[in-house]
């Protein structure tokens, strides 16, 4: 007796159809799951059994093979519970033959009870148009149908699954309204601008970052107000497309992070890793097939490296690809998986180790060969991905004792959705390109056109300051950014000073 159907499986962010072939004859009683599978799926056997029984079902006494096809890619994660039990059933008579090319996905708890599992977004994504529809536990029925317009049918139990498809009881296929989800969402400032005593230029910094995606260093001493400036950044930024938002929950699905009861993650990712954080916590990887790190976390959102010269420096140089390709790729015997990493840099640190070189203050303690130990853990390549670069310096008296006199997160978050939404006009027929800190090579030519004394000003920059080849690019993306929160369509030479002042403010700090 031999059955068929089908599941998936996530490889990265991407999905493969999975044939589920079943085969039950006579002989010794052994059930064997063969297809690649890793031990998760090994062990499936004994959950089906019990699941199978305690459902009330017959489990067949005779030799039982499971292959996953195609047998040459390997399977991972429990989401082949429920398919493998329904093809079971299937072989010995139990459940009648489908016509329809059905989906299953789902882990079978001991009772028969199906629970969720990770990266059903993925997969409903990429089969769409191989099936006519989904069968999925319950906590995942609305990531699935968001994803995709074919049916979504939800289950409870193994029980309702056989009695769905023997047409014995109907299940009401799940819907979501998208237009209503995208609606509903808006930016919350949790941690409001207002709350930052002082500290106009770190301001202006961290509006032009947003407004164009740019990457941000803020050097100051302790208590100067980097961490709450970071932890502003992600209401100033509009709101994730639905394109962005199911590029997100894509990653945050494979990853299992969903919220329960969440179908779409909307709001922008903001990761913090402490700088104890391993090459692998960073990148991406694990066992069996590679899972994503912090930078592929925080795709289209930031990244927060406080105290960035505590970073193993091995971890922050494998930064400088994804920075520049926005991807990484990561490879491991038998496997390469390529996950997104569209992310904002934003890293804080002090000018010294102890915290105070420049201060009016308080006096530094450190000596010249501890200062240059310190600097030194950061690269010169990677510190050349940074667009901008600001002090923040201590907050004088008259600004913590003053009333507050600045602008809310809510202000700054309307110019920077215009200027955001300027760039989209602008890049509208560029899939890949939404932000002035993409533009590279002929759209960088097309859109960043300067004015002769611009060109002029950012020549001598570029001798003056010993600019590379990449940091004049950079140069060029933030004064277009800041043409655009100006609502100019000329990059004038202002702009240029601007974004050479942001550029060069490390300076400021001595010895830096």
Known sequence: MFACLLSGVVLGIEARLIEI??????????FNVVGLPEKEVSESRERIR????????????????????????????VGFDLPIAIAILMATGQIAEITERYLLLGELALNGEVRGVRGVLPIALETAAEIDGLIVPWANAHEAAIATDKPVYPVQTLVEAQRFLNREMEILPVSVDRDALCAGEQPSFRHDLVEVRGQLQAKRALEIAAAGGHNLLMIGPPGSGKSLLAR????????????E???????????GMLEPGASLVWRRPYRAPHHTISYAGMVGGGHGIPGPGEISLAHHGILFLDELPEFDRRVLETLRQPLEDRSILISRAGISVRYPSAFTLVAAMNPCPCGFLGDPIQACTCSMHDIRR??????GPFLDRIDLCVEVPRVPADDLFGPRVAETSACVHERVSKARGIQWDRMEDDEDCH????????????????????QQLLRRAVVRFGLSARAHVRVRRVARTIADLANSSVIRAEYIAEAIQLRTAGDAVPDF
């Open 21 to 30: 072939q079943c085969d039950v004859s006579g002989g010794l009683p052994t």
């Open 245 to 255: 938002a199911l590029e997100v929950t894509r990653i945050y699905s494979t990853a």
């Open 435 to 454: 932000s002035n800190a993409q533009l590279d090579g002929e759209r960088l030519d097309a859109h960043c056109v300067l004015e002769e004394d611009a």
């Open 232 to 243: 502003c950044m992600p209401d100033l930024l509009p709101a994730l497309s639905l394109h």
């Open 374 to 379: 310190y600097r030194k853990r950061l690269s």
């Open 50 to 77: 019990s699941a199978i029984k305690n459902s009330k079902f017959s489990f067949p006494s005779g030799r039982i093979t499971a292959n996953l096809a195609p047998a040459d890619l390997r399977k991972e994660g």
